[in-house]
């Protein structure tokens, strides 16, 4: 069985690498159509959801679940976006390609969410504390 603390470091590995990867991805090759595209410019945006979302949980099991839920929904937006604006007709990308590269990405932020929710049930409430 997992601890609380265990729990905890294994949503941040997540988190951390799936930011890592995203990140790379978008300057090796681009996610959406071809390596440069400007398009890729707002999965920065979704990274940014996640590091100004763990600030404001001070890194907080509970605010850092409501952090990397926001970043998958952001992720989802930027999905909807792409669609909406017809990057499934640019060279290499098609509806199939951006559902799943993004989608990989999505359930990496949304089970590093799920793991922060189940690392912050773990943790002792206050009124669980020993009396000092």
């Keep these: 069985m997992t601890t609380n603390k265990t729990t905890y470091r294994y949503a941040i590995g997540i988190a951390l690498a799936a930011a890592f990867i995203l990140v790379w991805l978008i300057g090796a090759v681009g996610v959406i159509g071809v390596a440069g595209d400007p398009f890729d410019r707002m999965y920065f945006g979704v990274v940014a959801v996640g590091i100004v979302g763990a600030i404001i949980a001070r890194f907080r099991p509970r605010g850092m679940a409501r952090a990397l839920f926001a970043t998958a929904?952001?992720?989802?937006?930027?999905?909807?976006?792409?669609?909406?604006?017809?990057?499934?007709?640019v060279e290499f990308s098609s509806v199939p390609e951006i559902v799943l590269r993004n989608g990989f990405f999505?359930?990496?932020?949304?089970?590093?969410?799920?793991?922060?929710?189940?690392?912050?049930?773990?943790?002792?409430?206050?009124?669980?504390?020993?009396?000092?």
């Design 73 to 89: 929904f952001a992720q989802v937006l930027v999905v909807v976006i792409a669609l909406i604006v017809g990057k499934q007709h």
């Design 106 to 132: 999505i359930a990496l932020f949304f089970g590093s969410a799920w793991l922060f929710r189940r690392a912050a049930r773990e943790q002792p409430s206050v009124d669980d504390r020993p009396a000092v």
